[in-house]
Structure formats: C-alpha cells, structure tokens
C-alpha cells in the first residue's frame, strides 16, 4: 500500500475521531458546559516540620440550571473569594502533620457557595486536596 495513502487515510480517522469527541454528550445528565472551574485555592499551614506549606484546594461548581449558572459566572470573584477564607480558616485550624478534613471542607465550600449565590442548586466538585 502506498504511504501516502495510508497517511492521508490515518489523517481522515484522526479527524474523525476529535469531530466524535468534541460533540457534547447527549446521555440525559448535566449539559456539558454546566461546570464552572474555580482552579486552586490556596491557604497558609504549618508543616510538620515546622515550616510553612500550603493547603492547595482544586475546585469547581456544577451548575445545571442555566440562570443560576448565569449567576455563579458573573460571581466568580466573589465565590472565589469566599471559598479562598473557607480554606483558609480550614487551614488555620490544621494540627502540624495532620492531614486535611475534607468532608468537612466540603461541607464548608458547598455553605459558602450557597450563601453567595442565595440559593441552592450549585454543587461543589473537589479536586485535589493536598498540604505542599
């Protein structure tokens, strides 16, 4: 078989394949677009070596209803702030060489989202949670 045309046959799959993956998802659950990505929130800790670390938070929201999401996206900085002092006092009251609560920083995320966008209907999505 020629190389050319196994290239140019290879190219029409690839092509194929990302047009395939780039469709959203018409499975019935959240639309595709319904979450809100918040990137990592930072809070100062003491290691256990007595150093200085941070709690890193990797969070979002899945906001399936399409006015509150409106909402959340014009209250990004305000969510972020929010969630930035509920780590932060999450991160305060952490014992040297004492791993994270997260449910309970889930818990405290998921009341500030709520009190920031004056209803229910946004769920926080936790990424990775970690103390560097």
Do not use: C, K, W
């Amino acid at each position: 078989m020629d190389r050319r045309a196994l290239i140019g046959l290879a190219l029409v799959a690839a092509s194929a394949g990302s047009a395939a993956a780039a469709a959203p998802a018409s499975d019935g659950g959240a639309p595709a677009n319904s979450y809100i990505n918040l990137n990592s929130i930072n809070g100062s800790v003491t290691r256990a070596n007595g150093r200085l670390g941070v709690l890193a938070v990797e969070a979002g929201i899945d906001v399936p209803d399409a006015a509150l999401r409106a909402t959340a996206a014009a209250s990004g900085p305000r969510l972020r702030s929010e969630m930035a002092q509920v780590v932060q006092r999450a991160a305060a009251g952490l014992r040297p060489g004492a791993p994270p609560d997260v449910h309970q920083l889930s818990r405290d995320l998921q009341f500030a989202v709520n009190q920031v966008l004056g209803r229910r209907g946004a769920r926080v999505l936790l990424g990775t949670v970690m103390v560097v």
